[in-house]
């Protein structure tokens, strides 16, 4: 277990009603990238945030934007925390901004 603290600035996402962080993002993309390149898969990977415009903020991010195959990242699951209750994944990655 590990944490990872970003210093990008949270915002409204595109529908108005949730929020995103592209630094946040970016980041998420970065270590699903070492994950692939370590050898684990994607069925092995799930990203966890409360918000829905960071959720599929990382979704496009990841697949426009990792350096690998984009069907690679189209695999991953990235839920909302209700929408990944009672499942598993051997690595999770928890996507959380706070606003100051």
């Given at each position: 277990?590990?944490?990872?603290?970003?210093?990008?600035?949270?915002?409204?996402?595109?529908?108005?009603?949730?929020?995103?962080?592209?630094?946040?993002?970016?980041?998420?993309?970065?270590?699903?990238?070492?994950?692939?390149?370590?050898?684990?898969?994607?069925?092995?990977?799930?990203?966890?945030?409360?918000?829905?415009?960071?959720?599929?903020?990382?979704?496009?991010?990841?697949?426009?934007?990792?350096?690998?195959?984009?069907?690679?990242?189209?695999?991953?699951?990235?839920?909302?925390?209700?929408?990944?209750q009672g499942r598993?994944?051997?690595?999770?990655?928890?996507?959380?901004?706070?606003?100051?």
């Open positions: 277990m590990f944490f990872y603290q970003n210093l990008g600035q949270e915002e409204i996402s595109s529908s108005g009603t949730s929020f995103l962080n592209r630094t946040e993002a970016s980041n998420v993309e970065k270590i699903v990238t070492k994950f692939f390149k370590s050898g684990v898969v994607p069925n092995q990977i799930g990203v966890v945030t409360p918000y829905e415009g960071q959720r599929s903020y990382i979704v496009n991010y990841m697949q426009f934007n990792g350096s690998l195959k984009k069907d690679l990242y189209k695999e991953i699951e990235v839920a909302s925390v209700d929408a990944f598993e994944k051997d690595y999770i990655i928890l996507s959380v901004s706070m606003s100051p």
